[in-house]
């Protein structure tokens, strides 16, 4: 089994607009286990407005410069590459179109995480890895940075202290929410999450409200990952859903209404902190 993530990277690029439609390719990230097949998604829209399917059109799909696997858009745009992994890992992929006479498009890149079972997952809010913004009125649940904002900046000291705990214990999922703000995309936030130096680790988009998170950690365990042990976010929610399914979860508050966290949530502002709280 696998889960396929959302994680939809949205690029557009000039074409020649007498010759060939402009596209705009978009994948999502993926996990699986070592020798287990993961299927992996990809769709070629139509750039603007709308953004249409562009069907019956060749995408090719490359992962760390491997051997490239061929696929066809169907009516929606969408198309499936089946791979498997063989080693663990976390590994970008690139899709491209290939050779279309009709349709011109930039690449798009995403990552495919290749755990074991036994080692357990560090989920990770994007909201916690940035400065909170300070809005003037009150921002939906689960909602921490600004949308349409400039990119958020990130904390100096997260980095850093996620690498130290993936480097030797977990393995990271990092979770956004729809219209999360400071970014346009999921892309973006990938490509922000790498020039900030942030470990790899696949992203997934969660549909907004506690009930997604549940489902989320639902779906995780139903194919086979039920090594989630820590969750790092910024809100009461966040933190209600964590400690209902029994994860260790630390709290970054984002503000004085989400200090009323579960006494068995870690509540703390510095990132120094995380290493001791989870040794604790």
Not at 178 to 189: I, K, L, N, R, Y
Not at 195 to 212: C, S
Request: proline fraction near 8%.
């Amino acid at each position: 089994m696998f889960l396929a993530l959302m994680c939809w990277g949205e690029v557009g690029g000039p074409a020649d607009a007498a010759e060939k439609i402009q596209g705009q390719l978009s994948v999502r990230d993926a996990l699986s286990a070592p020798g287990k097949p993961v299927r992996i998604e990809a769709k070629l829209t139509r750039t603007g407005l709308g953004q249409p399917g562009l069907g019956g059109e060749p995408l090719e799909l490359l992962i760390e410069g491997g051997k490239a696997i061929q696929a066809m858009t169907g009516g929606d745009g969408r198309a499936w590459f089946d791979a498997t992994c063989r080693m663990r890992g976390a590994y970008t992929f690139t899709v491209k179109v290939a050779g279309s006479p009709r349709v011109d498009s930039p690449d798009a890149t995403g990552t495919l995480a290749c755990w074991e079972h036994r080692r357990p997952i560090l989920l990770v809010d994007l909201a916690a890895l940035a400065k909170p913004f300070r809005a003037p009125f009150d921002l939906p649940p689960g909602l921490s940075l600004p949308v349409g904002s400039a990119e958020p900046e990130p904390i100096a000291e997260a980095a850093e202290e996620l690498k130290r705990l993936t480097e030797y214990f977990y393995n990271i999922l990092y979770l956004s929410w729809p219209q999360q703000g400071g970014w346009s995309g999921e892309t973006d936030a990938q490509t922000w999450l790498r020039r900030a130096k942030f470990p790899t680790g696949p992203l997934v988009t969660v549909r907004p409200g506690p009930a997604g998170l549940a489902e989320l950690l639902a779906q995780l365990k139903a194919d086979g990952w039920d090594n989630v042990k820590v969750g790092i976010g910024r809100t009461k929610e966040f933190a209600e859903t964590m400690v209902a399914h029994r994860i260790e979860t630390v709290i970054f508050p984002a503000g004085s209404r989400d200090e009323d966290v579960p006494k068995k949530a870690h509540l703390i502002k510095d990132w120094r902190e995380i290493r001791k709280k989870l040794r604790s």
